[in-house]
């Protein structure tokens, strides 16, 4: 019997919902059976977790297009290997006056610092909104509450559930159901461990894909109890709520992995990424984007949540 191969995964933030495909590999033994000792590190507010990969210290973490074409520019060896979601989860939390990301034009949109530099550019193109209208957002929802007039950037299972907590009704607008490119919750390896640990790098790919769908369709509760044990805040009920949001806005199902398989990355998604960037002036145009993604360890999954 050989020794499992050891993988460690770094999060990109505190554990929850959005996270529960590995906690769910981790916890059922998908990734035991795949051969593989996997330990999941947790990210945070103060974890930069591309230096740690660049470190050694991880050997896969969860990225995002923006942040890997930015390092393909820096010259770094960082590759996107997989991808958990066919959508970004960036979204805007809007009163329930408002019929769509279109329907803004009068609001105060609140944008915190990142978003300047991604998925405001492209809102400010696609739809017309001025820098004029927006304020900072500060993570705290009381601006919010307090005026009819505030919209504000969001994630599906995050500040919605805040709302719901206190009774304000709300609606959500995901930004990738208006053509918003970039994927969520890439797997981003170093390009050395694509390279010389293929065989790892694939079994890790289908393991966590394979973890996805036993988290969304199946029973999350393996997976929960991780969550939990990781980020003890995260309440049963924010985890379910997560969970349903997930599975109705069609995160990791929808789009190409309808006929595809989950996991799917194609050149076609990643170069509107890189398009949009170079437009925006967020990327050099001369920026080998092919670099920052490969397609070898997802093409042949086929994995379908039906």
């Known amino acids: 019997m050989n020794a499992a191969d ?19 590999a981790k916890a059922a033994g998908i990734y ?17 977790g591309l230096q740690l990969l660049l470190a050694g210290e991880a050997d896969v973490m969860m990225g995002y297009d923006f942040q890997v074409l930015n390092s393909i520019a820096k010259g ?9 979601f066919q959508k970004d989860l960036q979204g805007i939390m809007t009163h329930d006056d408002v019929k769509g990301l279109d329907d803004m034009k009068d609001k105060t949109i609140l944008v915190a610092t990142p978003g300047r530099t991604s998925w405001w550019p492209w809102m400010k193109r696609k739809f017309g909104y001025t820098d004029a209208q927006t304020q900072a ?10 005026d009819k007039n505030i919209v504000q950037q ?25 053509g918003y490119p970039p994927y969520g919750t890439t797997m981003v390896a170093q390009s050395k461990f694509a390279a010389e640990r293929p065989d790892v790098a694939r079994r890790f790919v289908r393991a966590s894909i394979e973890g996805w769908k036993s988290y969304l369709k199946g029973d999350p509760s393996p997976a ?10 995260m309440s049963a009920e924010q985890i379910a709520f997560g969970i349903k949001r997930l599975n109705e806005l069609e995160v990791a199902d929808g789009g190409d992995a309808k006929t ?3 996991g799917i990355i194609t050149e076609a998604r990643w170069k509107a990424t890189y398009d949009l960037m170079v437009q925006e002036g967020l990327l050099a145009a001369d920026t080998d984007w092919k670099k920052g993604f490969t397609t070898e360890f ?9």
């Open 260 to 262: 595809m398989g989950m």
């Open 76 to 84: 770094l060896p960082v590759i996107t290997i997989a991808t958990s």
């Open 224 to 233: 929960n109890a991780l969550i939990q044990a990781d980020n003890p805040k």
């Open 298 to 306: 997802v093409k042949d999954l086929k994995i379908t949540s039906r």
């Open 137 to 146: 957002y500060t993570f705290n929802l009381q601006p919010f509450f307090n």
């Open 32 to 48: 035991e059976k795949a051969g593989l000792d996997v330990t999941i590190k947790m990210g945070g507010p103060q974890v930069n």
């Open 154 to 178: 969001s994630y599906p299972s995050s500040e919605p559930f805040q709302a719901m907590q206190k009774g304000v009704p709300v609606k959500f607008f995901l930004m990738a159901d208006y």
């Open 6 to 24: 050891k993988v460690t995964f770094l999060t990109s933030w505190y554990a929850q919902a959005e996270h529960g495909g590995f906690y769910q």
